[in-house]
Nanobody, 125 residues
Framework: QVQLVESGGGLVQAGGSLRLSCTAS????????MGWFRQAPGKGRELVAAITWRPQNTDSADVVRDRFTMSIDNTRKSTYLQMNNLNPEDTAVYYCAATPGTLYVTEESNMYLWWGQGTQVTVSS
């Protein structure tokens, strides 16, 4: 059983920054793809960013590419999402996701085997 635990969400003013963290526990193995998704009220779940295992590529949504940075610390089985210059449109529940091996279609949420419980990010104008 694998558990993903997120932290770091909260309320921030437009233009501010937040850093989300996600740590995996359990038998995740040593080769995996990790991703961050978000879901705003009344909208579907969308990919924010993902890092594949091999090759280690980073995919990110166009709307966040110049503002958000995803990283992975494999020694800690953790991933981080640094979010800068936040705007109200970034308000959503952010989810960490992971799956064994390499994903070639990282934006498909149903391809991820494990999910965190989500953390709320609210950006005020």
């Amino acid at each position: 059983q694998v558990q993903l635990v997120e932290s770091g969400g909260g309320l921030v003013q437009a233009g501010g920054s937040l850093r989300l963290s996600c740590t995996a526990s359990g038998r995740i193995g040593n080769e995996y793809t990790m991703g961050w998704f978000r879901q705003a009220p009344g909208k579907g779940r969308e990919l924010v960013a993902a890092i594949t295992w091999r090759p280690q590529n980073t995919d990110s949504a166009d709307v966040v590419r110049d503002r958000f940075t995803m990283s992975i610390d494999n020694t800690r089985k953790s991933t981080y999402l640094q979010m800068n210059n936040l705007n109200p449109e970034d308000t959503a529940v952010y989810y960490c996701a992971a799956t064994p091996g390499t994903l070639y279609v990282t934006e498909e949420s149903n391809m991820y085997l494990w999910w965190g419980q989500g953390t709320q990010v609210t950006v005020s104008s």
